[in-house]
């Protein structure tokens, strides 16, 4: 009886945690271990030598239940989520034509 009505409910302390780790620093990328684009957002913050957090959300339990907070905050629940002084960028895409254009440089530097 119980575990089909147990529908993954977001429980505020983990829509809390999910604020914390987008706060925890300057740029944090929200990825999967095997996501080629989560890859390619992170070889972008490599080659400008910037440190990120990123977190894998494939070796958390709560991974998915993440994954759905981050659809909900920015209304996409594809990785990579990043996320540069709290503000969300977009993905692996959105991430290497910033990084193209130069205006991820500027972003990082403001």
Same mark, same amino acid.
């Given at each position: 009886m119980g575990l089909? *009505?147990?529908?993954s409910k977001i429980m505020p302390a983990t829509r809390e945690l999910v604020n914390e780790l987008i706060a925890s620093d300057s740029v944090v990328i929200f990825s999967k271990t095997y996501?080629?684009?989560c890859t390619m957002a992170k070889e972008v913050f490599d080659k400008l030598k910037h440190k990120? $957090?990123?977190i894998e959300l494939d070796s958390r339990d709560d991974g998915d239940e993440?994954?759905?907070?981050l659809s909900e905050l920015t209304g996409a629940r $594809? +990785?990579?989520?990043?996320? +540069?002084k709290g503000e969300c960028l977009?993905?692996? $895409?959105?991430v290497k034509k910033m990084f193209e *254009?130069?205006?991820l440089s500027?972003?990082?530097s403001h």
């Amino acid at each position: 009886m119980g575990l089909g *009505s147990s529908k993954s409910k977001i429980m505020p302390a983990t829509r809390e945690l999910v604020n914390e780790l987008i706060a925890s620093d300057s740029v944090v990328i929200f990825s999967k271990t095997y996501c080629p684009y989560c890859t390619m957002a992170k070889e972008v913050f490599d080659k400008l030598k910037h440190k990120y $957090t990123a977190i894998e959300l494939d070796s958390r339990d709560d991974g998915d239940e993440i994954q759905s907070i981050l659809s909900e905050l920015t209304g996409a629940r $594809t +990785v990579p989520r990043v996320f +540069v002084k709290g503000e969300c960028l977009g993905g692996g $895409t959105d991430v290497k034509k910033m990084f193209e *254009s130069g205006e991820l440089s500027m972003k990082l530097s403001h």
